[in-house]
């Protein structure tokens, strides 16, 4: 486990929501996490379409049906979840090391006003 996710509760894995204590192996990086199923479906995938130009993507989401669709949204935000809890432990590291807030906004592309009304609160 990372130390950005180091003590979060219930992680999951973010592709096919199955939760930690359900597989052998979960990696977590910046608000994201794979089990190693996803690893060797992911690795599989890579393998078989290697050198030919293909977009997974399209054929997934335009061939599930609404109720599909409608059962991955809880996935995605608890995916964004996880990403916003994993944004606000790095803000809280830049500003414990002293980093203003000028240079946290820029890094994420806002204003240090919008940096500071966002995170200022976990100071």
């Avoid at 060797?40 to 379409?49: F, G, K, N, R």
């Avoid at 293909?54 to 997934?60: F, Q, W």
């Avoid at 935000?77 to 809280?92: K, N, P, T, Y």
């Avoid at 090391?97 to 890094?107: K, L, N, P, Q, S």
Wanted: net charge negative; with cysteine.
């Amino acid at each position: 486990m990372s130390a950005a996710t180091a003590g979060h509760e219930g992680l999951s894995c973010s592709f096919c929501g199955t939760s930690e204590a359900e597989v052998d192996k979960l990696v977590t990086g910046p608000g994201v996490c794979i089990c190693n199923k996803c690893v060797d479906l992911a690795t599989s995938i890579v393998a078989e379409y290697r050198g030919k130009p293909v977009d997974l993507r399209l054929p997934l989401r335009g061939g599930m049906t609404d109720e599909q669709v409608l059962g991955h949204l809880p996935r995605v935000a608890a995916v964004a979840d996880q990403v916003e809890a994993d944004l606000r432990l790095w803000v809280r590291e830049l500003r414990r090391r002293g980093v203003t807030w000028v240079r946290i906004g820029e890094a994420l592309g806002i204003t240090r006003q919008s940096a500071w009304e966002r995170f200022s609160g976990e100071e």
